[in-house]
C-alpha cells in the first residue's frame, strides 16, 4: 500500500486551471481518469489525512503511485479528453456502466443499391439507418411483419437475393405479397429505395401524414367500386395502427427525448434509458455498474451520458435529454451534447405533467433492474470478494488473487494445437488482456508438453519486459545486469501496457497433477517464486497444487469453486473459438495457397463465387473469368495448380458448412469431436 504523500506534487506546480488527471499504480497502469474545473483545487482534496476520504477514494489514493494531469482551454475540452481517456485506459476506479447484452435495432441498410430490413446489433456502421435499441429481438420481428403489408421492402440476406436473381425465382415472401421482389425484377430499384425510405418515415414517427393519404386512397377506390383495391388499403391501414399500438404515445406533442434514471445504493448502481421519437417509446436499455469510486446520482448522470453519446453524432442525440439530477456545473455537459448533435439540447429535470410521470415510470424500472442485477452472484461485488477470499484461504495464499491468469490447450486429434490465455482482475473478465498461443515446440498431441510450452513463453515475455525495466531480481535476490531502464511495463510510444507486462497472483491450469507440474516446472526454470499455480480437474472440480498428492475439495456451494470454473470454463471457450478458427482458414485455402501470384482477396473471391474447392476444380477457364479480379492467365494458373493438388478430404460449401457428397455416395462421414477440456 502506497503512502499518497510520497507521490504528491510539491506546492504549486498544480496549475489552477481545467484540466483531465491521472492517477497511476506502481506498474504504471492508469487507475483512475477524472476532470475538474480547477486542478490544483481538485487534487489537493486526494492529499488530506486518509481518515478523512471516503473509503473508495483511499482505496485509490493508497494504490497509485504517481499523479499526471493535462491543461485544457475550457470544460467541454475536459469532458471529451476524460471520456476518451476512460475509454483507452479502461481505469479499475471509473465507474464503466458495463451492458450484460447487446441490445437489438431495427436497421436499414440505406448504403446498399437494394436497402434491406434487418434486426441489427453491436456497433454502428455506416449507411445503415437505425430505430431503437429495442428489449427484445421479437419485438422488431413484429413491428416488420405488419409493415412489411404496406411497406414491402427486401429482408433477405445476400446469398439469398443473389439465389433467387440467378434462378428468376423470388422467395416465400415475394409470393405473398411481404417482398416486392426487386431480385427479380419486379420493381426497379428507384421505386424499392421510394419504398424503403416510406419504411424508415413511419419508423420516425411521420405517420399522420401518410395514414391520411392512405385513407382517402381507400375512399376514392370505393367511390369508383374497385372494392378489392378498397378492401387491400383498409386492411392496410389497420396493420399500420396495429404497429402503432405496439409504441404507445406517452408524450402527445410530437417529443424526441431521452430520460435517464438512476437507482443506487452503496455498491452499485443501474441507469435506465427511455427512447422517444414522435412522442412514442422506440427503444429502452440499460446499464449496472460498481461503484468503485465516491460518486453521487449527478455524477452517475454524467458518466452516462458520457458513454451513451460519446459515440453519437447527429439524430442519434435527441433535441431533450431528462435526468434525475443534473450534472454540476451543467452547463459544459449541454454545450458538449449540442456539439455532438450539431444544434441545441435541452439537459434539464422534469417538473411537471407528463415527462415528469414518464420519469418515475423509467425510475421504477431502474430500481427493479437493480433488484434483479443483485440476483445474479457473479456479478455481485460483495460475492467476488468472497470468492477471492475462499480462494486464498483453500490455497494457503498470503493475500487474495487479484489477478487470475488461465491456461488451457485445445486441437483436434493432434492438429492444429492452440493455447489460451485469458485474465480475471476482482473477479471480472478483463477481455483486453485475454491472449492466444501456437504450439511451436514439436508437432502431436501432448497436453503436458504444451502446458509447459505456453506458460514459460508467456512468463519469459514478463521476465524479459522486467530486465528491460530494470526490475527483475533472479532467485539469490541479486538484480541482474540490464540495459539502461526504459519506461517500464509502459511502452513509451503507445502510453498502453505492454504485453505480459504485469504478473498475476494466481495461475491457473486446465486439468490435473501432470499439467500442473508441468506449470510449475515453466515457472521455477525462470526462476519465477511468487506467483502460486492451481488445476481444476473438470472430472470431479477437483483443485489440484503442485507437490500435493490428494487434490483440495472445495464445497460445491463455494463461491471460490465457482470463480475458479468460470475462468476456466472461459479459457476453453476461447481455446475452441481459436481452434475452430484456425481450421475454418485452412479448410477455405485448401491448394488455393499454392497457386503463385494469388493473394487473399482474390482466394476469398474465388471460394465465394463457387462455394468451394470440389466446385472450383470443376469449373472451366471462362467460369473462372466471371470472378472480378480474375483474368484468363489467372484462371488457367488456378485449374493448374489445382489438377496437380489432390483433394483434401470432402468438399465443405463455406456459406453453409455442409458437406458435398460425391455423386453416387450414400452418405457422408461425420467430422472427428473437438479436443478441448475433458475431453
Not at 426497379?188 to 392512405?214: I, K, N, Q, S, V
Not at 434525475?324 to 441545441?344: H, I, K, M, N, T
Request: proline content about 6%; some cysteine; overall charge neutral.
Amino acid at each position: 500500500m502506497a503512502d499518497p504523500s510520497s507521490y504528491r506534487p510539491k506546492p504549486g506546480q498544480i496549475p489552477d486551471s481545467p484540466g483531465v488527471y491521472r492517477f497511476r499504480d506502481e506498474y504504471g497502469r492508469v487507475i483512475y481518469v477524472g476532470k475538474a474545473k480547477s486542478l490544483r483545487s481538485r487534487l489537493s482534496s486526494y492529499f488530506q489525512d486518509l481518515a478523512n476520504l471516503h473509503q473508495r477514494t483511499r482505496t485509490m489514493v493508497t494504490t497509485a503511485s504517481s499523479v499526471e494531469w493535462t491543461v485544457v482551454g475550457t470544460e467541454v475540452e475536459a469532458l471529451q479528453l476524460e471520456y476518451s481517456w476512460i475509454k483507452e485506459f479502461d481505469p479499475r476506479f471509473n465507474v464503466k456502466y458495463r451492458d450484460d447484452k447487446s441490445y437489438p435495432s431495427l436497421a436499414v441498410t440505406l448504403g446498399e443499391e437494394f436497402p434491406r430490413v434487418q434486426v441489427m446489433r453491436g456497433p454502428k456502421r455506416k449507411g445503415v439507418r437505425y430505430f431503437g435499441p429495442y428489449a427484445h429481438a421479437w419485438a422488431i420481428r413484429e413491428t416488420v411483419d405488419l409493415l412489411l403489408r404496406v411497406f414491402p421492402v427486401r429482408t433477405c440476406s445476400a446469398g439469398v437475393f443473389k439465389r433467387s436473381a440467378q434462378i428468376g425465382r423470388p422467395c416465400l415472401l415475394g409470393y405473398i405479397g411481404k417482398c416486392s421482389a426487386p431480385c427479380v425484377g419486379r420493381v426497379t430499384p428507384e421505386e424499392h429505395r421510394e419504398l424503403a425510405d416510406e419504411f424508415c418515415d413511419f419508423m420516425a414517427g411521420r405517420t399522420g401524414a401518410y395514414l391520411r393519404r392512405l385513407e382517402q386512397q381507400m375512399k376514392d377506390a370505393a367511390a369508383e367500386m374497385e372494392y378489392e383495391k378498397a378492401a387491400r388499403l383498409r386492411d392496410d391501414i389497420e396493420a399500420l395502427k396495429r404497429a402503432m399500438e405496439k409504441q404507445a404515445v406517452v408524450l402527445a406533442d410530437a417529443t424526441d427525448a431521452d430520460l435517464i434514471a438512476v437507482a443506487e445504493d452503496e455498491l452499485e448502481a443501474a441507469v435506465q434509458i427511455f427512447h422517444v421519437r414522435g412522442g412514442r417509446v422506440r427503444g429502452q436499455r440499460g446499464w449496472v455498474t460498481d461503484k468503485v469510486e465516491e460518486v453521487g446520482t449527478a455524477g452517475l448522470v454524467e458518466h452516462a451520458l458520457q458513454q451513451l453519446y460519446g459515440e453519437e453524432k447527429g439524430d442519434a442525440v435527441p433535441r431533450e435529454v431528462l435526468v434525475p439530477a443534473l450534472p454540476e456545473p451543467y452547463e459544459p455537459v449541454q454545450e458538449w451534447l449540442s456539439d455532438r448533435r450539431g444544434s441545441q439540447v435541452s439537459l434539464r429535470i422534469p417538473q411537471r405533467g407528463d415527462k415528469k410521470d414518464l420519469m418515475a415510470t423509467v425510475q421504477r424500472n431502474a430500481q427493479q433492474a437493480l433488484a434483479l442485477h443483485k440476483t445474479k452472484r457473479a456479478s455481485d461485488l460483495t460475492t467476488r470478494s468472497r470468492a477471492l477470499e475462499e480462494i486464498a484461504e483453500a490455497l494457503d495464499l498470503d493475500s487474495a488473487p487479484l489477478r487470475i491468469e488461465c491456461f488451457d490447450i485445445s486441437h483436434l486429434q493432434g492438429d492444429d494445437v492452440v493455447a489460451s490465455m485469458v485474465v480475471f482482475e476482482d473477479g471480472l473478465a478483463r477481455k483486453s488482456e485475454y491472449r492466444r498461443f501456437q504450439i511451436k515446440g514439436f508437432a502431436g498431441q501432448d497436453d503436458v508438453r504444451s502446458m509447459h510450452e505456453v506458460v514459460s513463453r508467456r512468463f519469459r515475455r514478463y521476465v524479459q519486459e522486467m530486465q528491460k525495466s530494470g526490475e527483475w531480481v533472479d532467485g539469490d535476490g541479486v538484480a541482474e545486469d540490464s540495459p539502461a531502464p526504459v519506461s517500464g511495463p509502459i511502452d513509451p510510444d503507445t502510453g498502453k501496457p505492454r504485453k505480459f507486462a504485469y504478473p498475476p497472483q494466481l495461475v491457473v491450469v486446465d486439468g490435473g497433477q501432470p499439467q500442473v507440474a508441468a506449470a510449475k516446472r515453466a515457472l521455477d526454470e525462470l526462476g519465477i517464486e511468487d506467483v502460486a499455480v492451481c488445476g481444476l480437474a473438470k472430472r470431479l472440480e477437483e483443485v489440484w497444487l503442485p507437490g500435493d498428492d490428494d487434490p483440495v475439495i472445495l464445497p460445491r456451494t463455494s463461491e471460490g469453486l465457482y470463480l475458479l470454473q468460470r475462468v476456466r470454463d472461459e479459457a476453453h471457450r476461447f481455446a475452441i473459438a481459436y481452434q475452430r478458427s484456425k481450421r475454418s482458414k485452412s479448410m477455405k485455402a485448401g491448394g488455393l495457397d499454392a497457386v503463385p501470384g494469388l493473394g487473399e482477396t482474390r482466394r476469398q473471391a474465388l471460394l465465394k463465387h463457387f462455394g468451394s474447392l470440389k466446385r472450383l476444380r470443376t469449373a472451366t477457364v471462362d467460369q473462372l473469368c466471371e470472378v472480378p479480379g480474375v483474368g484468363r492467365r489467372t484462371a488457367e494458373t488456378v485449374l493448374a495448380a489445382l489438377a496437380g493438388a489432390a483433394p483434401a478430404g470432402p468438399a465443405v460449401n463455406t456459406a453453409t458448412g455442409e458437406i458435398i457428397e460425391e455423386e453416387g455416395t450414400a452418405g457422408t462421414a461425420a467430422a472427428p469431436p473437438e479436443r478441448g477440456k475433458g475431453t
